[in-house]
């Protein structure tokens, strides 16, 4: 296993790298999709929820086929960012 995939798996459920501003923001982010589905209701224009989604779709599925490299491979995944953990201060 490479150097950055050992970190990564470090860091990935180090609830201490947690930035808790990430709750009322996601808050946010619901309330938007709400009002944009309500709107794409009463007028039909489903473009900015399919484009929300489809975002959300591309990593969903990116982010899925980089865990199945790590996992057949054991060394590591297409690509690989431990984050603030390798970086050496």
Do not use: C, H
């Amino acid at each position: 296993m490479t150097k950055a995939s050992e970190m990564a798996l470090q860091g990935l459920r180090d609830l201490s790298t947690v930035q808790w501003y990430i709750i009322p923001l996601l808050s946010l982010v619901f309330y938007i999709y709400t009002v944009e589905m309500k709107k794409a209701k009463s007028t039909g224009n489903w473009g900015a929820v399919l484009s929300g989604l489809t975002l959300f779709g591309m990593d969903f599925i990116n982010e899925t086929l980089n865990g199945w490299i790590f996992y057949l491979t054991q060394r590591s995944a297409l690509w690989t960012a431990p984050g603030i953990l390798g970086w050496n201060y």
